[in-house]
């Protein structure tokens, strides 16, 4: 009997997201994979209108409201899987209210748990406080609203647990029930397990490649809860792209290597020879699906904010430049994060107007420090699945609970 997997999407879900998941992979192993797109209970419509690259159509069910789901979800088996990716955004009272339906049924619940990124919390003394109320945010009252909800929300998420939920996770857990009625299973971060996909193709130094988030002339993020900082000064963002152009021009000058533009996935047109933003025009525009196809044939990669991505340049062993900026400092708001990846990578890290200081010398890496990150964020410390992508763990776990 064909296996079916639905999954609670709180964003729109792109071929993209198909993908970095190995929901393609699930696919071929003869699993159905129903998306239920509940973007319309969690985010604004100005939000969801960010995402720029292609829908996946197939099998993607988009819900108007709570009630529309709830009818629909009812009918569906008790021993349905179901994984649920609504834990990512908690300031809703629909995810309280989905939780809640799921238990009732008695589904089988999968929940996403994965690091593949530096993000250290800061202490909350009294400095977060007055920085966040003076500094970030400057009396947002959006912001505040915000963070009341996600309080809350947080608190009644505690009250009622899932009984054998299973969490889906890469970080250090006995992969054994907790005393919370909570499965633990390993898999590895989403780029780990897309990059073992590749990991037997050859390698290649080509490019300079620009892993693009849209920082700072894309605002999208925004819109999620206000706690991006982001500029509108148009004159400002002209002037800093007009800088980048230059060091692109210089290095491509200097080494003899072209630059490959990889924009962010939420922004990438697949399978086109153009971006949305004519920043960057006169530059190679990767429009693949895969961004690890990209890290691969780089000679160098090249940053400018944190990006899940840069885990490509770690596997690949590509050096990794981080490109500073005085509009970057100004708008920012994970300094700590960046200066913690830059101190555990031993990255260097060059002002657009330094473009001229960089040598060959400067395009190295540190093995040993890739390799440390590797095992803190990207790779499951089990060594049973280390070969194994997360469709095949996801599959076997499918087979294990249907013969419960």
């Excluded at 988009?62 to 300031?91: D, G, M, V």
């Excluded at 009250?159 to 970080?171: R, S």
């Excluded at 040993?368 to 469709?391: E, H, M, V």
Aim: aromatic share 18%; net charge positive.
């Amino acid at each position: 009997m064909k296996k079916k997997l639905i999954i609670l999407y709180p964003y729109p879900f792109s071929k993209f997201n198909f993908f970095q998941y190995s929901f393609d992979l699930l696919k071929k192993k003869n699993v159905k994979v129903e998306i239920h797109n509940l973007s319309d209970l969690f985010i604004t419509k100005k939000f969801q209108d960010q995402w720029k690259s292609e829908e996946y159509k197939l099998q993607n069910i988009k819900f108007k409201n709570i009630f529309s789901w709830f009818f629909y979800i009812i009918k569906e088996p008790a021993n349905t899987f179901i994984l649920n990716c609504t834990n990512q955004n908690i300031n809703s009272i629909n995810f309280i209210i989905i939780k809640i339906i799921l238990s009732l049924k008695g589904f089988r619940v999968l929940i996403y748990d994965v690091i593949d990124v530096i993000d250290i919390k800061p202490k909350r003394n009294l400095y977060f406080f007055y920085h966040k109320v003076f500094k970030e945010t400057k009396f947002d009252l959006f912001f505040y609203f915000n963070f009341i909800k996600k309080f809350i929300f947080s608190y009644l998420d505690k009250i009622h647990e899932f009984k054998n939920e299973i969490i889906l996770t890469n970080t250090i857990k006995k992969n054994q029930n907790d005393s919370s009625n909570k499965i633990i299973r390993n898999i590895h971060s989403f780029d780990y397990s897309n990059f073992l996909r590749s990991v037997n193709k050859i390698k290649k130094n080509k490019y300079f490649v620009y892993l693009d988030t849209g920082h700072p002339y894309y605002d999208g993020d925004h819109y999620l809860d206000r706690s991006k900082k982001v500029t509108r000064n148009e004159f400002l963002i002209k002037e800093y792209i007009k800088k980048l152009n230059y060091f692109f021009y210089f290095i491509e000058k200097k080494f003899k290597k072209k630059v490959l533009i990889a924009v962010h996935p939420k922004l990438r047109l697949i399978n086109k020879k153009k971006n949305l933003f004519n920043h960057f025009s006169n530059f190679k525009n990767f429009d693949r699906i895969d961004t690890n196809d990209a890290v691969r044939e780089a000679y160098c990669v090249l940053i400018n904010t944190m990006t899940t991505s840069v885990s490509f340049a770690i596997l690949n062993y590509k050096p990794i430049i981080f490109l500073e900026s005085e509009i970057s400092r100004q708008t920012l708001n994970d300094n700590t994060n960046i200066k913690k990846l830059l101190t555990l990578l031993k990255i260097r890290s060059l002002h657009l107007n330094q473009a001229h200081l960089i040598n060959k010398q400067d395009i190295r890496f540190n093995k040993i420090a890739y390799d440390k990150y590797k095992f803190l964020f990207l790779q499951n410390p089990n060594l049973k699945i280390r070969n194994k992508n997360n469709a095949e763990i996801f599959y076997e776990l499918l087979q294990e609970k249907s013969m419960m």
